[in-house]
């Protein structure tokens, strides 16, 4: 079992930042590819951002590209989502997720485990 904790999350401005945390414990966190998705009400939940266990691939959402970076320290068991010029639809739910894939996934169904979210409201 792989616990995760999220942080970070909270109300900002249009054009702002936010840096989410995600804490892991339980199993060896570099023996997984991790994502970030978010959920907004009424709707699916949606690919954020996605990192292999080394950290040598990363993959995006379109709509997030070039304004969103994803990281991870293996040593430190956290992996993070660096948000900057945020829009009102990024509003939603984030949720990290640890893959047993090793060079990470886009789609829910390939994640093992799942924190509890952080909600992220950005205001106009």
């Known amino acids: 079992q792989v616990q995760l904790v999220e942080s970070g999350g909270g109300l900002v401005q249009t054009g702002g930042s936010l840096r989410l945390s995600c804490a892991a414990s339980?199993?060896?966190?570099?023996?997984?590819?991790m994502g970030w998705f978010r959920q907004a009400p009424g709707k699916e939940r949606d690919f954020v951002a996605a990192?292999?266990?080394?950290?040598?691939?990363?993959y995006y959402g379109h709509s997030v590209k070039g304004r969103f970076t994803i990281s991870r320290d293996n040593a430190k068991n956290t992996v993070f989502l660096q948000m900057n010029s945020l829009k009102a639809e990024d509003t939603a739910v984030y949720y990290c997720?640890?893959?047993?894939?090793?060079?990470?996934?886009?789609?829910?169904?390939?994640?093992?485990?799942w924190g509890q979210g952080t909600q992220v409201t950005v205001s106009s």
């Open positions: 339980g199993r060896t966190f570099s023996n997984y590819a």
């Open positions: 997720a640890a893959s047993g894939l090793p060079l990470g996934a886009t789609r829910p169904s390939d994640y093992l485990y």
């Open positions: 990192i292999s266990r080394s950290g040598g691939n990363i």
